[in-house]
Structures are given as structure tokens and as C-alpha cells.
């Protein structure tokens, strides 16, 4: 049975995490700004003059404001790694008083938390760039805030599955190009699922086992409105089911990685 000592030791690491994101929270809006900037500026004025619509730049920005948060998972998953294969000091927080699941649950929140204010700052920006070609009026925003929410347990999970399954610090790289790039950009990144069901539907119902397609989809409905993208709370229900099995999971194999069973 939990007691409260434990929650108190857990808001204490979460609050010393936060002042360590706190540091660096000004160099990872610029890091996620140059990206943001860059491709929404392409997709609202460079790509309408190849013929594409010229939504195509508010379609996009859902698209980054889904992809901030992943930009973290490649540093994260490398940090644990390099950890694990070093100083360990997530062994320190093991001899803590609490249940050495909570080592791994206070990782996922960090990782989690951290992700929303990123993901949020996409939305000024991309109204700074496309001005008109954006209507902020098309958000639902209560809709909108858990859409970031879950998406970012979503990350946060992802990366403790992930780093579960990396065997060397060397095999890193092999962790973005063979598994995260391709269900990212097979995701929907680009495209709808409705496109990719007009264009093949066998494609478009495996890519239904893909997280990214309902995180893509999710994001789009709340910002742009439901018409033409899979059923917001179908996408909730999804990402919830994902959170589960990959933070499960993960914590499984990283107890028996660092033996801590």
C-alpha cells in the first residue's frame, strides 16, 4: 500500500526537475522554434506556389504541434542509456524509500510534463508566421489541452519502452532511422488517414497499429475541427491504450535491465 511519504519524496524529484528543465526551457523553445518556423513558413507560402492548398500550412501546423515532443524522445532515450552504461545514477534513486516503480513513473511524468509547454508554443508561433492563413478561432481548446496532455504521457511512455529495449549506447542512431523516423513519417505527418485510406486502405488499417496516426489525428481534430480526420475520442481511447502498454511494458524490462528485481 502507498502512503502519502512516497507521493511527498515524488513531488520533491519532480520539483528538482523542474528546475533543471527550468535552465534549459529558453534553448529548447529556439531548438523547437527554428524547426517550427521553418516548416510551417514552407507549407503556408512555398508549397501553395507548387499548386498545393493553401491550408496546407494550418494542416502542417498540427502536424509540429504533435511532433515537439518527439524531438525529445532520441535525447532522452540517449541520456538514460549513456546513464545506465555509466554513472547510473538512477541506481541512487532506487535506495530512495519509495517503490522502485516510482523511479520510473517520476521519469515518465518529467519527460511528460516537460513536453506540453514545447508543444504549446508551437500554436503563437505558427499564428506569428501564417497570420490569416491560421484561424485560432477553429480551436477547440479544451479539446486541444488534453490532446497535448496525452500526447505527451504518450512520449513520456515511448521513451521509457524505447530505452528498454537499447542494448548499447553505440546502436542509438539505430533507434531513430529503423523504429521512431519511419512510425513517425508513416504516421500521418504529412498526410490524413482518410488520405491514406483514399489511397490504399489494407496500408491505411495497418497503419491503425501505429501510435503516431492517432496522436496526428487527434491533434488535427482539435485544431482544425473533426470533418475529415478519425473520431477524436476513438484517437483518446487509442492513445490511452498505448500509454498503458508501452509505460507497462517498458518499466517491466528496465527493472529487469538494471536489476532491480
Request: glycine share 6%.
Given at each position: 500500500?502507498y502512503?502519502?511519504a512516497?507521493?511527498?519524496?515524488m513531488?520533491q524529484l519532480?520539483y528538482?526537475?523542474y528546475?533543471l528543465?527550468?535552465?534549459i526551457f529558453?534553448?529548447?523553445?529556439?531548438d523547437?522554434?527554428i524547426?517550427?518556423?521553418?516548416?510551417v513558413?514552407?507549407?503556408g507560402?512555398?508549397?501553395p506556389?507548387?499548386?498545393?492548398?493553401?491550408?496546407y500550412?494550418?494542416?502542417m501546423?498540427?502536424?509540429?504541434?504533435?511532433?515537439?515532443?518527439?524531438f525529445?524522445?532520441?535525447p532522452?532515450?540517449m541520456n538514460?542509456?549513456?546513464d545506465f552504461?555509466?554513472d547510473?545514477?538512477?541506481?541512487?534513486y532506487s535506495?530512495l524509500?519509495m517503490?522502485t516503480?516510482?523511479?520510473?513513473i517520476r521519469?515518465?511524468?518529467n519527460?511528460?510534463?516537460s513536453?506540453?509547454?514545447?508543444?504549446l508554443w508551437?500554436?503563437?508561433?505558427?499564428k506569428?508566421?501564417l497570420?490569416n492563413?491560421?484561424e485560432?478561432?477553429?480551436?477547440?481548446?479544451?479539446?486541444f489541452l488534453v490532446a497535448v496532455?496525452f500526447?505527451s504521457?504518450l512520449y513520456?511512455?515511448?521513451i521509457?519502452?524505447?530505452t528498454?529495449?537499447?542494448?548499447?549506447?553505440?546502436t542509438i542512431?539505430?533507434?531513430?532511422?529503423r523504429?521512431?523516423y519511419p512510425m513517425w513519417?508513416?504516421?500521418?505527418f504529412q498526410?490524413?488517414?482518410?488520405?491514406?485510406y483514399?489511397?490504399?486502405?489494407?496500408?491505411?488499417?495497418?497503419?491503425l497499429l501505429?501510435p503516431?496516426?492517432?496522436?496526428?489525428?487527434?491533434?488535427?481534430?482539435?485544431?482544425?475541427?473533426?470533418e475529415?480526420?478519425i473520431?477524436y475520442?476513438v484517437?483518446?481511447?487509442?492513445l490511452?491504450v498505448f500509454?498503458v502498454l508501452?509505460?507497462?511494458?517498458?518499466?517491466k524490462?528496465?527493472k529487469?535491465k538494471?536489476?532491480?528485481?
Amino acid at each position: 500500500m502507498y502512503n502519502r511519504a512516497y507521493f511527498s519524496l515524488m513531488k520533491q524529484l519532480l520539483y528538482t526537475d523542474y528546475l533543471l528543465f527550468k535552465r534549459i526551457f529558453g534553448t529548447k523553445l529556439i531548438d523547437v522554434s527554428i524547426e517550427v518556423v521553418t516548416v510551417v513558413a514552407v507549407a503556408g507560402y512555398l508549397l501553395p506556389a507548387f499548386g498545393i492548398d493553401i491550408a496546407y500550412g494550418s494542416f502542417m501546423v498540427a502536424g509540429m504541434c504533435a511532433t515537439a515532443g518527439l524531438f525529445e524522445v532520441f535525447p532522452s532515450v540517449m541520456n538514460l542509456v549513456a546513464d545506465f552504461e555509466g554513472d547510473r545514477i538512477i541506481s541512487f534513486y532506487s535506495t530512495l524509500p519509495m517503490p522502485t516503480s516510482f523511479v520510473f513513473i517520476r521519469l515518465f511524468l518529467n519527460y511528460s510534463l516537460s513536453a506540453i509547454p514545447i508543444a504549446l508554443w508551437v500554436i503563437p508561433l505558427s499564428k506569428l508566421v501564417l497570420w490569416n492563413q491560421f484561424e485560432l478561432s477553429s480551436i477547440h481548446v479544451p479539446k486541444f489541452l488534453v490532446a497535448v496532455v496525452f500526447i505527451s504521457f504518450l512520449y513520456g511512455a515511448l521513451i521509457l519502452w524505447v530505452t528498454s529495449y537499447v542494448k548499447r549506447l553505440e546502436t542509438i542512431n539505430s533507434v531513430w532511422m529503423r523504429f521512431l523516423y519511419p512510425m513517425w513519417f508513416l504516421g500521418g505527418f504529412q498526410f490524413s488517414w482518410y488520405v491514406l485510406y483514399g489511397f490504399s486502405p489494407t496500408f491505411a488499417y495497418l497503419n491503425l497499429l501505429n501510435p503516431f496516426t492517432y496522436v496526428m489525428e487527434m491533434i488535427r481534430s482539435s485544431l482544425l475541427g473533426q470533418e475529415g480526420y478519425i473520431n477524436y475520442w476513438v484517437c483518446l481511447v487509442a492513445l490511452t491504450v498505448f500509454i498503458v502498454l508501452f509505460m507497462s511494458h517498458g518499466i517491466k524490462r528496465l527493472k529487469k535491465k538494471l536489476d532491480f528485481i
